[in-house]
């Protein structure tokens, strides 16, 4: 049985060091959207209020 987990095509990641929202807040610039060397971040946050 291998060890090795294999990446599943369309796998979520994070490039290592990277803190968790400092990166993926920056806005791509034109030059980059034009050579399509950006990827589309969605944030999700879960919002729980506690009615007591």
């Not at 807040?25 to 971040?41: L, R, W």
């Amino acid at each position: 049985m291998p060890t090795d987990k294999k990446k599943q095509p369309g796998e979520a990641t994070i490039a290592p060091g990277m803190d968790d929202g400092e990166g993926l807040n920056k806005e791509a610039s034109d030059k980059e959207i034009e050579q399509g060397d950006y990827t589309q971040v969605t944030q999700l946050s879960y919002d729980e209020v506690d009615p007591n």
